[in-house]
């Protein structure tokens, strides 16, 4: 029984960094062959992928956002952490973490956590 649960400030100031945990429970996010994942949706938007950071600690980002983007972990805490710089109030909306796994064609994503909202303001 795998569950996830997202946690952090739900208020970040333009300019600042946002970060947020996940804390897993039910697996450890060293178990192969598992990757451990952001995904956010925008208001009026779709899903976005954000990035992961895999069993092995090696990271991917979106390409749209890895100049701002930092996955990390704690496997003593079984946690994995977002950290956004330089927010904007383009990046306000619902934060997700995941378990993600690897497919020839596409991931498929079977745990998320419950969500949280984050806004951007000053």
């Known amino acids: 029984q795998v569950q996830l649960q997202e946690s952090g400030p739900g208020l970040v100031k333009p300019s600042q960094t946002l970060s947020l945990t996940c804390t897993v429970s039910?697996?450890?996010?060293?178990?192969?062959?598992?990757?451990w994942t952001w995904i956010r949706r925008a208001p009026g938007k779709g899903l976005e992928w954000m990035g992961s950071?895999?069993?092995?600690?090696?990271?991917r980002y979106s390409p749209s956002l890895k100049s701002r983007t930092s996955i990390s972990r704690d496997t003593s805490r079984n946690q994995f952490s977002l950290h956004l710089n330089s927010v904007t109030p383009e990046d306000a909306g619902e934060y997700y973490c995941a378990r993600e796994s690897l497919g020839a064609v596409t991931s498929t994503f079977e745990h998320w956590g419950q969500g949280t909202q984050v806004t951007v303001s000053s």
């Open positions: 950071i895999g069993y092995s600690g090696s990271t």
């Open positions: 039910g697996g450890s996010i060293t178990a192969n062959y598992y990757y």
